[in-house]
């Protein structure tokens, strides 16, 4: 195994690019069906893998914000955290509206 692959910190950054770049395929996938279907629950859950995209954007963020602003800063690690624990729990609230709400056939 490569010594930065075993790095919690490395193995965190891939977990999240790779969460990120699914819910972008299906955020964009769900769209697509929304533009086609015109169902309003699948806006709602396009919306809530926007929100994952968020998320995923935030965590990538708090990596590097540290060292692009310096320490100190009001956009610090601890408010990227709080917003991706937001994000999380906006989508979840939607993937539950959506599926509750959705239409009966």
């Given at each position: 195994?490569?010594?930065?692959?075993?790095?919690?910190?490395?193995?965190?950054?891939?977990?999240?690019?790779?969460?990120?770049?699914?819910?972008?395929?299906?955020?964009?996938?769900?769209?697509?069906?929304?533009?086609?279907?015109?169902?309003?629950?699948?806006?709602?859950?396009?919306?809530?893998?926007?929100?994952?995209?968020?998320?995923?954007?935030?965590?990538?963020?708090?990596?590097?914000?540290?060292?692009?602003?310096?320490?100190?800063?009001?956009?610090?690690?601890?408010?990227?955290?709080?917003l991706s624990g937001?994000?999380?729990?906006?989508?979840?609230?939607?993937?539950?509206?959506?599926?509750?709400?959705?239409?009966?056939?």
């Amino acid at each position: 195994m490569h010594p930065a692959v075993g790095h919690p910190d490395t193995f965190n950054a891939v977990v999240s690019t790779g969460i990120t770049l699914v819910a972008l395929v299906l955020a964009v996938l769900t769209l697509l069906a929304y533009a086609r279907e015109r169902e309003r629950h699948l806006a709602v859950v396009s919306i809530a893998y926007g929100l994952f995209v968020l998320r995923g954007v935030f965590s990538v963020g708090e990596e590097y914000v540290e060292h692009v602003l310096g320490e100190g800063h009001a956009v610090g690690p601890e408010l990227l955290d709080h917003l991706s624990g937001l994000a999380v729990l906006v989508a979840l609230v939607l993937f539950f509206l959506a599926i509750v709400r959705s239409p009966r056939r």
